[in-house]
């Protein structure tokens, strides 16, 4: 069975995302850390989505709605690093959800460019 990286790259990203989420609503952090598991954790299933896709343009879209999902938890990462709401370290949620970012721009691009 061939490697998806990007599959599996998504979905521990969603199991460190739904620890963190524990973590952030123990210490009654409740909005962002709510959100953050929303976008987090629907990369995977956009990834999934894609994989299934029935042509090209579905799974462009999908992966499209992927990446979005992935800035989207970016941004509540730093949003939870900067305002010190909890403290933790966010740095390894940064960098694993940087590497999703440009691993699905990537097959984004060359997908489109075919």
């Given at each position: 069975?061939?490697?998806?990286?990007?599959k599996?790259?998504?979905?521990?990203?969603?199991?460190?995302?739904?620890?963190?989420?524990?973590?952030?609503?123990?210490?009654?952090?409740?909005?962002?850390?709510?959100?953050?598991?929303?976008?987090?954790?629907?990369?995977?299933?956009?990834?999934?989505?894609?994989?299934?896709?029935?042509?090209?343009?579905?799974?462009?879209?999908?992966?499209?709605?992927?990446s979005?999902?992935?800035?989207?938890?970016?941004?509540?990462?730093?949003?939870?690093?900067?305002?010190?709401?909890?403290?933790?370290?966010?740095?390894?949620?940064?960098w694993?959800?940087?590497?999703?970012?440009?691993?699905?721009?990537?097959?984004?691009?060359?997908?489109?460019?075919k």
């Amino acid at each position: 069975m061939k490697e998806n990286i990007i599959k599996d790259k998504s979905f521990a990203f969603a199991l460190s995302i739904i620890k963190l989420y524990t973590h952030l609503k123990n210490n009654k952090e409740y909005i962002i850390s709510k959100q953050l598991l929303r976008s987090g954790t629907s990369i995977w299933a956009n990834v999934e989505e894609a994989i299934a896709g029935q042509s090209r343009k579905d799974f462009i879209m999908k992966l499209s709605i992927a990446s979005k999902e992935a800035r989207e938890s970016k941004y509540r990462l730093l949003l939870l690093q900067e305002s010190h709401i909890v403290s933790w370290d966010y740095k390894k949620y940064l960098w694993d959800i940087e590497g999703i970012i440009n691993i699905l721009t990537k097959i984004i691009k060359t997908t489109t460019w075919k």
